[in-house]
């Protein structure tokens, strides 16, 4: 089983490792992480992941996702003719610095000075190993330094007046091998070494470039994947994350091959794409997140004789909620792709019904990373108290006064915050702010996946305005065919424990469904009937 991810900059072959201090504003989870966890801790089948980005710092992602040893083929590391596989410690100090260097650090960078002028600067990943080296002349950048986690330079960036001229991809002893032009992508082939590397089971093959001039990066990446493609199977099963990126240098590599796509949230939305009826007609099996994903996908596919299902890439697991030991109670409210009347018309009937009960906090909760994200959110939530007649303290003090500087008149009582703002963009924040949340309210068109799952893990009631298959009605939760409802539903919910604690037992009984292992049993139907002339079976 190979599982080809789409872990990708928006447009480019490459990873999206950040530096350390740098605002997270995208997370990392997706299908195939979820996909390659569930294989690696059952360890039901055996798999490999074909990586196509160029990743220095894939043994970092890997330990963030828990699947360290997860066995991997990367494209790159074949054209780069790496050979190391294990981490490496590797210090700046140890750089071949010309003399009298000195260091300044600052709390962020290290910045290297020669003669009083700025030399270079040094980036670090999270994880505290550097990732990136900045050259200056005359503080202009001339050249950056990409490194690999094992411990060496992966590529170089050269500029000329500041302006990306090409960028090199190197071997571990720091020869270039492939040179990517910036102004039209074309791609050199270092014609002193003209091969690339391939591995497969313990053994090397090295086989030459077919041309010294590729028009582009894909035709690299297709004619190396098409030659490790060579030693795999027949049997073998790829199941590919639908990505734009990839989506035709797929299409054709593993034409005639068992395919499965997985369709995962917005990544790949098939009414906008008029190609997609094509790509998707060469696969054996598609994998939706969801039964809405799932129905939208046999809408667009038509008459495509292809077998079809929705498994979840979240498995649910009963989890502590620890809402009850707060004196207030938390509601939270996903806003991201809520309409703005939609928005207006929430925060005004929250705002009404905190006037009703004084214990209640709104939490607005964001996806997105943006350092002005939750200001914006408060703003908007502050219009819409005013319109609603309601003080718009309760979304805080606009000019964020100190109480000694704020004077109240004697008789004047101060408005007490009550919405505030959860900007989680990976899932251990999303998890951390949820434990503490009594009930969610999410009525957008579409709902989250995640945190529908996260709901059932930890028995949080859900107001829905969209059915999913994830909600039922009057038993996990409320589907409200208008916001009129809204009020009754909280007050449901809210006054007293009783249908509160009859929400949680049922959601966690519901989350049975959606178990690790009931999950391994869908994609055991997938697989044998993909491979059902395989050799390919659970416990492989």
Not at 106 to 111: G, Q, Y
Not at 288 to 301: M, N, P
Not at 319 to 339: W, Y
Not at 350 to 356: A, D, F, M, V
Request: with cysteine; charged share 25%; hydrophobic share 35%.
């Amino acid at each position: 089983m190979y599982f080809i991810p789409a872990w990708y900059q928006p447009g480019k072959w490459c990873e999206n490792e950040q530096n350390w201090h740098t605002r997270r504003m995208y997370t990392e989870f997706d299908d195939t992480v979820k996909q390659v966890q569930l294989f690696h801790r059952s360890g039901a089948y055996p798999f490999k992941i074909l990586l196509l980005s160029f990743a220095p710092n894939f043994r970092h992602f890997l330990h963030r996702q828990g699947v360290f040893h997860a066995g991997y083929w990367s494209c790159f590391d074949a054209i780069q003719e790496v050979k190391r596989r294990k981490p490496m410690i590797l210090s700046f100090h140890n750089l071949n610095w010309p003399p009298h260097i000195e260091f300044v650090y600052s709390p962020f960078v290290v910045i290297a000075m020669l003669n009083g002028v700025k030399y270079a600067q040094i980036e670090f990943g999270e994880d505290g190993n550097p990732i990136q080296v900045d050259l200056y002349e005359k503080g202009i950048i001339c050249r950056r330094n990409l490194y690999d986690d094992r411990g060496f330079v992966a590529s170089t960036i050269l500029y000329e007046g500041g302006r990306e001229q090409y960028q090199d991809y190197l071997t571990e002893e720091g020869v270039w091998k492939l040179r990517q032009y910036e102004q039209d992508g074309h791609i050199e082939v270092n014609p002193s070494f003209p091969d690339y590397l391939l591995s497969y089971q313990g053994k090397e093959y090295k086989r030459p470039f077919s041309k010294m001039s590729y028009l582009n990066m894909q035709q690299v990446l297709y004619e190396v994947l098409n030659a490790y493609l060579e030693f795999t199977d027949n049997s073998d099963i790829f199941c590919a994350a639908l990505h734009e990126q990839h989506a035709e240098l797929l299409t054709m590599a593993l034409n005639g091959r068992r395919v499965i796509w997985s369709l995962f949230g917005n990544r790949y939305l098939l009414e906008e794409r008029p190609e997609a009826r094509r790509i998707l007609g060469n696969a054996d099996y598609i994998i939706t997140d969801s039964r809405e994903s799932l129905r939208k996908a046999r809408i667009q596919t038509g008459a495509l004789n292809i077998r079809m299902t929705d498994i979840s890439p979240y498995d649910s697991r009963t989890d502590i909620n620890i809402s009850l030991e707060f004196q207030v109670q938390k509601l939270l409210v996903p806003v991201d792709e809520l309409s703005d009347q939609m928005f207006d018309a929430l925060i005004q009937c929250l705002g009404k019904y905190l006037g009703l009960k004084e214990d209640v906090r709104i939490h607005l909760f964001t996806r997105k990373g943006e350092w002005n994200r939750k200001e914006q959110i408060l703003e908007q939530t502050r219009k819409s108290l005013y319109r609603a007649g309601v003080p718009i303290e309760l979304a805080g003090n606009e000019r964020q006064e100190d109480d000694s500087e704020n004077k109240l008149e004697e008789d004047e009582i101060p408005v007490i915050t009550r919405f505030f703002v959860e900007q989680c963009v990976d899932e251990l924040a999303v998890s951390k702010c949820m434990r503490e949340q009594r009930l969610m309210i999410d009525l957008r068109n579409n709902p989250e996946l995640y945190l529908q799952i996260m709901a059932i893990s930890l028995g949080i009631p859900q107001i829905v305005r969209t059915g999913t298959q994830f909600v039922e009605d009057r038993e996990n939760g409320i589907i409200l065919k208008n916001i009129r409802g809204l009020q009754g539903a909280l007050d449901y919910y809210l006054n007293g424990l009783t249908h509160w604690n009859e929400a949680r037992i049922y959601a966690y009984e519901f989350g049975k469904r959606y178990t690790a292992d009931k999950l391994l049993e869908a994609w055991r139907e997938v697989i044998e009937y993909v491979g059902r002339d395989s050799h390919l079976t659970a416990g492989g």
